[in-house]
């Protein structure tokens, strides 16, 4: 059965993804197509690899999890460090082992590999106690029992996961390309290459046209692929309410590890200074905060008490958004925005996808009952809309944060003041390791620092 896919799209994928694949490899049985075209299938077989690797490789790390429980939670825990990285920074270092095209696929795979493999480990602490005793009861072994119970209730938590990873994914496929345009010459890099080479002959019509074909390996993966697998996912929803009254309290002080958070976000600033200047990542951090916050802050305020179906199709809005390659829409067309706002903008769609989807649904009777109440506008917001605004907002943010690294990165290397793109043009691999582990280590001190217990902080405090 099909599950709002094609059948089309998927051949399209296949044919487009060995047609890349054979140019990569010096093969080409048939004539080359035009530039603009050929490009798009450079990028799409690129992506349509990571795909099939990620997939793959999911596959081999879970049955290896299968032998043994300390297996699992070492796995767990070294995917959970390696989800933090920003992979944008990879594409130096790999380019030092490994081809363009495999460059780039790696850069994909690799997230999305690691960060899809910690959702689905994590999602088996929530499975219920009688499952457990009745799998030992039948008498399943160690590889039955995780196949066919912690797999099924890990599935929605996978779902949701690749969902959450795939404008970041696009990002790295896309920004990757224009990272070895930008620093290697003769280079047949895709459609970020071809971005780029548009701009430096002048062409804004060409530009565009190479903007609105970006938009094709994305359709062509959400039609065929993300669509099924959204289908697939909806078998174990059962499985996914049964585990959700599990996630409760969690441990200790919020505010220690807030602190801690802090002081490792300013160390890794004033570390970082000689590669960004001032403000660098910092304005950045600051700006988003104050733009998604504000925007999603009144408008999601305003939705919470939408009817469910409108809250819907906005999510879906917020995610052909979050999939909409922003930062070559602004590299293209010389959108007059400052560069330091544009991962703010970036990151604007899959912050409302993410909080629409964590939104209580029930929190809706609240925001009747204060209208039936006619409370004044302001205790309205101060005793309904924000309790039930600021926990889903802060587990939205959570949820951005991958993808606004990468984008700062990407915005670091279109800097003019910054040092990113002379370490790159200089194959400084050394410096370039450096840099990787002081952005490693502010995205782990950003999110698990500050954002996770401010998070937990609010999901408590405001506990309905």
Known sequence: MAYQGSGLSCCVLILGGLYGLLRACGLVPFPVFPSPWDDMFWTLGKGVMALLLAAAGHCVLLSLAACSTGLRRALAGVTAILG??????LVGLFCMVMTPFWDVVAVGCFSLLVRSVHATLKAETGIPSS????????????????????IPFAFPELVRSVLRDLPDFWLRILGGELVLALFLSHTPSGLGGALLSALKTGGELSACGVLLLMLVP??????????????YGRHYAVCDQMQTQRLEERSVSWKRRCLLGGAGTMLTMILSWGFWGIPGPLGALVVAVCLVGGVWGWLGGLLLGAPVQVQKRIRKACLVVALFPVFMVWLGLSVPVPLNVMPALAVMGITGWAFLREADVAGRQFIVMGHHLRLPLWSFWKDVRLPLLCPPLLQAAVVALPFFWDNVYLAALLERKTLHLRILQAHAYSVQGILLCLMTLMAVSVRWGICIPLQERMAHRYRI
Request: proline share 5%; glycine share 12%.
């Open 218 to 231: 994305v359709l062509l993966v959400q039609h065929g692929l993300i669509g099924p697998l959204r289908g």
């Open 131 to 150: 499952f457990l005793k009745t799998a030992r009861a039948l008498r399943l072994g160690r590889w039955q029992g995780f196949w066919r119970l912690h």
């Open 84 to 89: 933090e990285i920003p992979s944008l920074c």
